[in-house]
């Protein structure tokens, strides 16, 4: 299997070369060692090992996706291409096939209507694909030769098996499915959450990886032979040793795992968090990527391990890295219990085991190397609390430990369920993914949430704040006219400006369902959560930009003015007519904007993009105004605004003028021609905006976010099943990329109000995996908005 085989795996090298997460590697053809990586930066690179029989060069960087690159494959050699051929999938829903030595595809395949997220060769050049449209395709050259459909979620991966026109994929609908000749002829069950990975052992066996944490061993059958567990949260990747029954996985738990005769042998951490991607060179030299936009290669050979001193760094970076204890990956944390660094003299019992000491005050996570016989410090546990469960140990469930594994009856006569939990988890969390696995009652959430929170004297997370804010201002209202510009009534709803419930208020008490808990057979509770209302969706006005200063809007358009050239040059007449126009927009004034000053503003909005930012500021501000509106997006002159628009949304342009434009935008939605217009150009607008919402800009994300909420208001008015199909699509993708919680609040208020009241739209929204995506938000402690709407939409879902 390797040199040296039997030994403890260690750093062989680290790359830098990416500038974001790498989603997927591949073991090359050529040149021979080598392997190709892919990443959200949307390259590939192609690595080939160096000389000195160590590290890796890139030999050279590929383009040709326009959004994030996701998966990669190598194409066997053929007598065309004997070298063999790269194909990448991306999120702009295409596949790019490259030669060994080129860095432009030879040709892009063209039909998914999704992100493709996995592909595979097989025999003959064919290729197979997965993606989030929920349907595989099978590719022959240039050609699509069949679409593979029957999962009800995105699928996630796909394998072609040795045998001739067998296929797998694998699905965040928990299933596996086996495919001949273009059929369904069997369904693999046992996963209890999105598979993410698949691999082949024989042409008779073959494991699969899930969400669920657990890795499984299949018969083509159908029989489960075995079920691997040992990660402690999503396991996003497999890859299996050559010529023999051996494999490795990797995860979300910042860890490598490598199995041996079905037991994890050794643990791996490394310093980011989510490790997407692994693949197991002939060698037997495994290649990692991660979060951290690193790609790392680990050997069993001496000759090939790393100097002293950058296993040194490698270890420095690990030591430095945080750890959230929420992730339950490090148990149960108690700092005040914990001994200090003389524990660490006592050897540990097995590899990758962790244990937390305490230094002056901070919490330490070590693990154990057998190998090297020493404990090596995987990193700082942050935010650590002293919050303990004073019991006799962990309970053992499906293979994981637990600090509780309650029963729970549902009724006197129907089965009992297991419901495991740690007191790291969040309650709310747990009890929604309870009652999805148990396809019980959405209703029962709160019930099941106090419940645990009753039995683990946990601290509740729902924090009610009857003090009316906008939640996406955190302000008062803007109310289009008043002179405050805002409506901070106390009580006020922060969409509409009418009464807001207030819990505790006797007119919204919600009766109990027949006054009896069906869990416990007592009254059942309700808490705060379960009285409130909904306050965030379905929206039903367009959300504004409608923030200004227009004395320094107006300072910097004369500043710049004078570096325009004579016949773009304003005249002093053209700037009191906009400073006019923004004081008929702006203020509450009841001046109606004039012929000339639009026809003043067109020529501003007009300049060279490097000085047109004011002009397009004054734009965003006076779109508002029902003339303005009727003016650029009425039927006259809408065709030659759109156009301007998208000039500024070109994503090689400049950050200030896409995001003044995604605003302007946003507020042609106030009235009706801009309303008809957008919605005429959403295709065109949508594709545009969301290459430029794959950057890190956050204010660019919160403008972003915006428009898609727009859209959604638009969309639940009219129910236009394609719109709705593509911002569902847009957001799922969007939510990858968005760090910004304002932004990711208004993407769920979006959700929420395209799925709010259509089925057909909860469906599609579930088969793109959109629970998978926003699940993490419903435990996200500030700005409590964020978690109240993420669990209404969950309960939709």
């Known amino acids: ?49 160096d000389g000195l029989n160590r590290g890796f060069t890139e030999m050279h960087c590929m383009r040709g996706h326009s959004n994030f690159v996701s998966c990669v494959c190598i194409i066997p050699p053929s007598d065309l291409y004997p070298r063999g051929l790269i194909a990448t999938g991306g999120n702009d829903h295409n596949i790019c096939i490259f030669t060994v030595d080129s860095t432009a595809p030879l040709y892009v395949l063209k039909g998914h209507k999704n992100a493709v997220c996995s592909l595979s060769s097989g025999k003959f050049g064919t290729l197979l694909s997965g993606s989030w449209d929920t349907t595989a395709k099978v590719w022959l050259h240039d050609r699509c030769m069949m679409t593979l459909q029957g999962h009800t979620a995105a699928i ?25 000749a273009g059929r369904c002829e069997r369904t693999f069950t046992g996963h209890e959450d999105c598979v993410r990975g698949l691999a082949i052992l024989s042409e008779m066996e073959f494991l699969s990886c899930a969400n669920d944490a657990s890795v499984r061993r299949w018969q083509i059958s159908g029989k489960c032979l075995q079920v691997y567990y040992g990660h402690t949260n999503y396991i996003y990747s497999i890859s299996v040793f050559p010529h023999c029954k051996d494999f490795v996985t990797t995860g979300e738990d910042r860890s490598l795992r490598i199995w041996k005769q079905g037991e994890c042998a050794q643990t791996i951490r490394l310093p980011a968090q989510s490790v997407w991607c692994c693949c197991v060179l002939d060698n037997g030299d495994i290649v990692v990527g991660a979060s951290d936009g690193f790609v790392r290669v680990f050997t069993e050979s001496s000759e090939r391990t790393a100097s002293a001193e ?74 650590s609390s002293g919050a303990t469960q004073q019991t006799s140990g962990k309970v053992l469930f499906e293979g994981k430990e637990y600090d509780y594994v309650f029963t729970i009856d549902v009724n006197e006569n129907g089965p009992s369920y297991k419901l495991p939990y740690n007191i790291t988890d969040d309650p709310w969390l747990t009890a929604y993914n309870f009652l999805q696995k ?21 601290q509740t997370l729902l924090n009610t704040n009857t003090q009316f804010s906008d939640p996406f201002t955190g302000a008062g209202r803007y109310v289009p006219g008043s002179s405050s510009g805002s409506s901070t009534v106390p009580g006020a709803d922060p969409f509409t400006g009418a009464g807001r419930y207030v819990p505790g208020s006797a007119s919204n008490a919600v009766a109990p369902m027949g006054g ?65 126009l923004l004081s008929a927009t702006c203020n509450s004034s009841a001046e109606t904007p004039t012929p000339q000053q639009l026809q003043t503003l067109w020529r501003a909005v007009n300049w060279p993009e490097d000085i047109v930012f004011p002009a397009l500021d004054i734009l965003r501000l006076s779109v508002r105004h029902p003339t303005v509106n009727a003016n650029f997006c009425g039927e006259k002159d809408h065709v030659q605004f759109i156009r301007l628009l998208l000039k500024f949304l070109n994503p090689g342009g400049k950050q200030a003028n896409q995001l003044l434009t995604l605003r302007a935008l946003c507020n042609c939605f106030v009235n009706q021609a801009g309303q008809k217009l957008l919605m005429e150009q959403r295709d065109e607008i949508m594709t545009q905006a969301i290459e430029v919402a794959s950057g890190n800009n956050k204010n660019i994300h919160i403008a972003f976010a915006t428009l898609t909420l727009n859209y959604a208001v638009c969309l639940h008015k009219v129910n236009n099943t394609e719109g709705k199909v593509q911002c569902l699509s847009v957001i799922n993708t969007v939510m990858e990329v968005v760090q910004d919680l304002e932004a990711v609040f208004r993407l769920l208020v979006a959700l929420g109000t395209l799925i709010s009241d259509d089925t057909n ?11 998978s995506q926003i699940k993490k938000y419903a435990s996200v402690s500030e700005p409590a908005k964020v978690k109240e709407c993420c669990r209404f939409v969950l309960n939709l879902l």
């Not at 070369?17 to 080598?34: K, W």
């Not at 990956?329 to 050897?347: R, T, V």
């Not at 148990?438 to 949430?449: C, E, I």
């Open 516 to 580: 009896v808990d069906p869990y416990t057979g007592t009254g059942a509770y309700q808490s705060a959560a379960a009285k409130a209302e909904n306050i965030y969706f379905p929206k039903k006005d367009a959300v504004t930009f409608d923030q200004a200063n227009p004395t320094q809007i107006l300072g910097k358009l004369k500043e710049l003015n004078g570096t325009a050239t004579e016949e773009q040059k304003l005249t002093e007449d053209d700037l009191i007519m906009l400073e006019k």
């Open 310 to 383: 950058e296993i040194q760094a490698f270890e420095n970076e690990l030591s430095q890295a945080s750890i959230d204890p929420k992730t339950g990956d490090l148990g149960d944390i108690n700092a005040e219990d914990l001994p200090g660094k003389e524990h660490l003299k006592e050897p540990g019992t097995r590899d990758g085991q962790t244990r937390l000491i305490k230094d002056n005050g901070k919490v330490e996570a070590y693990q154990w190397s057998v190998s090297e016989g020493r404990w090596i410090k995987i990193g700082d546990v942050v935010g």
């Open 438 to 458: 148990n396809d019980l009652n959405p209703m029962f959430l709160d019930q099941v949430a106090k419940f645990i929170m009753d039995n683990t004297k946990g």
């Open 1 to 49: 299997m390797a040199d040296d085989a039997g030994g403890a795996y260690r750093l062989r090298c680290s790359l830098p070369g990416h500038q974001q997460d790498v989603r997927g590697l591949a073991r090359g053809i050529f040149p021979d060692g080598g392997f190709v990586s892919v990443s959200r930066d949307r390259t590939a690179r192609l690595w080939a090992p």
């Open 761 to 771: 739209a909860v469906q599609l929204a579930k088969s793109l995996g959109v629970d």
């Open 156 to 180: 996630w991966a796909v394998k072609i098996l040795p045998e001739q026109g067998l296929m797998l994929t694998g699905s965040a609908d928990k299933t596996i499915k086996l495919w001949k």
